[in-house]
């Protein structure tokens, strides 16, 4: 699409119809290609940006209530989140030790918690203090590996260029 735009110019009003007409064309500009907020960078991973934020509203509502046994379905739900995100992370080759070491805690929160679950069956108290103990450390590991999968999604990619010389 081409625009064409005639300017004339008379002696005397010339500048001020030149500054009208180009304030026109960069209207006319804008208006063509559309105003778009391109302010976030390129590298941010969209689809990992929208499975954080799920990952992180799915912390935030899960375990309102007392018993920690009810957490448990809202925890394995966490849990495929958290294997998308990897997934995503993989894809991207986006690996980094702390978020490895973020992994590690969480699976070791999780043994936890299933040995803790197990325990409070077999004791048949759904209040059993280690168990309540294991959730909220599970809860608390989810939150270190968001933190650091929202580290590694918003970091610049190495050889970006955006290093100081």
């Known amino acids: 699409m081409r625009i064409r735009v005639r300017i004339r110019v008379r002696r005397g009003a010339g500048t001020v119809r030149a500054v009208a007409a180009f304030a026109a064309v960069t209207a ?18 969209p689809d990992l940006g929208t499975t954080l934020r799920s990952l992180s509203r799915d912390l935030d ?9 009810s957490c448990v379905d809202g925890l394995d739900r966490l849990g495929v989140l958290a294997q998308r995100a990897f997934a995503e992370v993989l894809d991207h080759r986006l690996l980094a030790g702390g978020y490895v070491a973020a992994m590690d805690d969480l699976a070791a929160a999780r043994e936890r918690r299933v040995a803790a679950a197990q325990e409070a069956r077999a004791r048949r108290d759904p209040h059993y203090l280690p168990f309540r103990h294991a959730v909220q450390a599970e809860r608390l590991a989810y939150w270190r590996l968001l933190a650091e999968l929202e580290n590694l999604r918003t970091a610049p990619p190495a050889g970006d260029a955006t290093q100081p010389v």
């Open 61 to 69: 509502e899960g375990c309102t209530e007392e018993a920690p046994a």
């Open 28 to 45: 006319l500009t804008a208006l063509v290609t559309g105003c778009r907020n391109d302010t976030a960078p390129a590298w941010e991973y």
